[in-house]
């Protein structure tokens, strides 16, 4: 809790917090602790929490904040972390859980250096580091082959172009090494934020837009292989960021793990043993690209309430952090071989014992009851529910580093 004083600042008062969870969901007492302090920061005007909120090291998890300075450990170190859905065009009978497994071990290596050399350039991005790119990390970060299991919202569905039993790829990275440069690179004055318009300010935006722009490059980069190891090609669906800010009326949006609509959808991720969802967001911004995409546009669509902070969950959210998680499931042999099959007949690919224990399905909350949540506020509503059939985490016994 160190790491969350707030700032000396004699003027500095709460702001009002909007929360879009019931009091039927399980919100860890530190985190709404966590709240509370960046409510107090100088410049603080709107705060945004979402079901899947919990515990984080400069600020809670699962939230938005809206200020008139940039606070970068708002963001953290793995800026532009994001998930991105693609459409599989496999059909389901043609997937071989092992012999597919097997195949996506080439996630683990990345880009070639002078291929990933090459994608930099291409992207304008010839000056940032070319290691790692493509490649997932540690921590929460998957590749994950789903199905399409239910289809909720029919009309949304087949505009998207997804009918039940389609094959999708869920990925979830973010800028590795690069976004934890960036963000230990800096002095010591954003603990108080960056006014706008500063030296400051300016060269940790040039930064992070960069770190952001390299993240969602290598969430397709991955997207590109994962494809390639099955035989296959993709389409890519959305690509939403939830580690990032950004100007947003007249201010500047935070989002620490929570989820910014692309084309008005967003992906939630649930555990490697619990179903994910598609959701529409319900706002009326990406009604342009729906047009110009020669989709229909939804006249029953309805507006989130602004008070979202034009965001939303990103995935379930943790219920026990991960040294609590040592405590609950022994590292036995017979155990680390039980988790690697999920309920719905999948396959987990983590080598290394300690994530596979700290990533257990049961370390989050039910992301049934978080796209419930959002539903009832009217955040966002479910188009599809995609089931996991093999979760890449690491080929490895030690993964590196978590970002």
Known sequence: MGNLKVPDDKAASAVSITRFYT???????????????????????????????????????????????IYPQLVGPDIGCGM????????????????????????????????ALSALSDAGLACSAPHGLGTIGGGNHFCEVQVVETVIDPYKAQNLGIARGDMCLLVHSGSRSLGASVFNGIDDTWKDGFLPGSDSARQY????????????????????????????????????????????????????????????????AGSRDSLSYLMDCGTSTHCAADLAAGREIDSNRKAAPDTALGSLSHGAGRRYDRGSMH????????????????????????????????????AYKDSASVAADLEQFGVASRILALAPLITYKTARSDPGDTQ
């Open 23 to 69: 009091r039927e969901t399980w919100i860890e007492g530190r985190a709404e602790d966590q709240l509370q302090q960046v409510s107090c920061w100088p410049g603080m005007s709107a705060i945004a929490a979402f079901p899947d909120l919990h515990p984080g090291r400069h600020g809670p998890v699962g939230a938005a904040f809206l200020a008139d300075r």
């Open 205 to 268: 935006l040039d930064l992070h837009n960069k770190a952001n722009r390299w993240a969602k490059l290598s969430r397709s980069m991955i997207a590109g292989l994962a494809a390639d190891a099955l035989n296959c090609d993709l389409e890519p669906i959305c690509d939403a960021v939830h580690n990032n800010v950004e100007p947003w009326r007249g201010a500047w949006l935070h989002r620490k793990g929570a989820a910014s609509p692309d084309r008005g959808t967003a992906p939630l």
């Open 84 to 115: 991105a859905l693609f459409r599989l065009d496999m059909p389901r009978r043609k997937l071989r859980i092992d012999k597919s497994a097997r195949r996506l071990r080439v996630l683990e290596a990345g880009l070639a250096e002078d291929a």
């Open 327 to 362: 405590g609950r499931i022994r590292k036995t042999r017979s155990g680390l071989a039980e988790m690697s099959r999920t309920r719905f007949g999948g396959m987990v690919i983590c080598e290394n014992p300690d994530l596979m224990i700290e990533e257990a399905g049961h």
